[in-house]
């Protein structure tokens, strides 16, 4: 489809929108670098587990998790169960 003879979306738009429209492109593109500059900024003062508890919930995620020193409870779980049941 030969593209050049499409309408463009711009068609309806007078001079004064198409100015505001650069204008506006323009101050996005000037912006982007200081947006970068902020966001690099933000992350390198994150704190790591404010940021994990925030998002899990409060728990100590300074210390190693219980599943890596023991068990997963999953074999504690099973043997409360087969005790519930009567088989132990």
Do not use: N
């Amino acid at each position: 489809m030969d593209m050049s003879k499409q309408a463009s979306g711009l068609s309806s738009w007078s001079p004064e929108q198409i100015a505001l429209g650069r204008r506006w492109v323009e101050t996005w593109k000037l912006a982007a670098a200081d947006l970068e500059r902020i966001h690099r900024q933000e992350l390198r003062q994150l704190d790591t587990y404010r940021a994990i508890e925030l998002l899990c919930g409060p728990a100590d995620y300074t210390r190693e998790p219980r599943a890596a020193r023991s068990t997963s409870g999953l074999v504690e779980q099973q043997r409360w169960f087969m005790q519930a049941a009567g088989r132990e």
